[in-house]
């Protein structure tokens, strides 16, 4: 309207928005698939059966779960996840399954039970960890992200150590043996949460996007032990932010090892692991992730 009003159009517009509600039954939406989008996918998922799965639901938006942070038998998935609809659970908290498979398959890694948990709010990541038995101190730069981290630590009555901080400005006096890293990136892989983002795939915001990444593992790099675990990841399946973030890491640094993930319900690509959303069809689907898990070897 704030348009119409510039262009002095305000009885145009207003007509067709009337029409548009006196005929909105016939109106037949048509459904594009971006090339872009379709590329970048293809590109990555070399399976028909998960494309044609990724294509064909495309438009339906994925199931909610919550995440209960102790064992349950009558849970669907992992002793841990239940459906979401309306009320969230006494014990419970939000989170993708394809979230939550990502962490079930990877805090093994983690030999030392006190985790950084980089970039961590709104929390579903720590806490998480922190159910599975580890001390974890979370950072983030956002403080309202962090205000949903503390209610919701409130209201499962847990305590954690949250703190403010930009990882990439912070001068860090100790060294740390467990860092997880989930990165800022384009959130390609929220596409059915999120339809925009197919349209948003603007290489130079992503290659951004990866200059930061490169820059936040490089910063965990230097503060984590000989031996430590770096777990990486990001809710994208765009190459930039993704495989390549690894392979420019992996040709600069000669002391960093890959480890292989235990998991079927994910894709094994060179240096890094992908959600599969295909193993979770049961499930109404899933978010789509990459996770690499790396050692500091000297």
Same mark, same amino acid.
């Given at each position: =309207? ?11 517009? !207003?007509?067709?928005?009337? *029409? ?5 039954? /016939?109106?037949?939406?048509? $459904? ?10 293809? $590109? ?21 779960? +919550? ?6 038998? %009558? ?13 969230? !659970?006494?014990?419970?908290? &939000?989170?993708?399954?394809? /979230? ?29 960890? !922190? ?28 305590? =954690? *150590?949250? +703190? ?12 740390? %043996? ?15 949460? /999120? ?11 992503? @290659? ?7 820059? =936040?593992?490089?910063?965990?790099? @230097?503060?984590? /032990? ?28 000669? !002391? ?36 690499? &898990?790396?050692? $500091?070897?000297?």
């Amino acid at each position: =309207m704030n348009e119409g009003k510039h262009f002095k159009k305000e009885k145009l517009i !207003n007509g067709v928005l009337r *029409n548009i509600l006196r005929d909105k039954k /016939n109106i037949q939406y048509k $459904k594009n698939i971006y090339p872009n989008f379709k590329k970048i996918l293809d $590109k990555i998922f070399s399976s028909n059966s998960i494309r044609n799965y990724i294509y064909s639901t495309l438009f339906f938006k994925p199931i909610n779960y +919550q995440i209960c942070v102790v064992n349950n038998e %009558n849970a669907l998935y992992g002793k841990r996840v239940f459906t979401f609809d309306r009320k969230i !659970n006494k014990d419970c908290f &939000v989170q993708d399954i394809g /979230n939550f498979e990502v962490i079930l398959s990877v805090h093994k890694f983690f030999k030392d039970k006190n985790v950084i948990d980089v970039c961590a709010a709104p929390g579903g990541k720590s806490i998480l960890l !922190n159910s599975l038995g580890f001390t974890v101190t979370a950072i983030d730069k956002s403080q309202k992200q962090i205000d949903k981290f503390k209610e919701n630590l409130s209201r499962l009555k847990i305590k =954690m *150590n949250v +703190q403010k901080i930009d990882f990439l400005k912070k001068k860090f006096s100790n060294k740390y %043996n467990s860092i997880l890293l989930d990165a800022p990136c384009s959130a390609l892989g929220t596409f059915r949460r /999120n339809p925009d983002v197919t349209v948003k795939i603007e290489p130079s915001i992503i @290659k951004k996007h990866q200059k930061t990444q490169i820059e =936040m593992i490089e910063k965990s790099l @230097k503060v984590i /032990n000989e031996k430590g675990f770096l777990i990486y990841m990001v809710c994208s399946f765009h190459p930039f932010e993704t495989i390549e973030v690894i392979d420019k890491i992996m040709q600069k640094h000669r !002391n960093i090892k890959i480890h292989d993930i235990k998991s079927n319900k994910m894709i094994k690509k060179q240096n890094g692991y992908f959600i599969n959303p295909l193993s979770f069809k049961e499930f109404g689907g899933s978010d789509i992730f990459f996770v690499s &898990v790396l050692e $500091k070897i000297k």
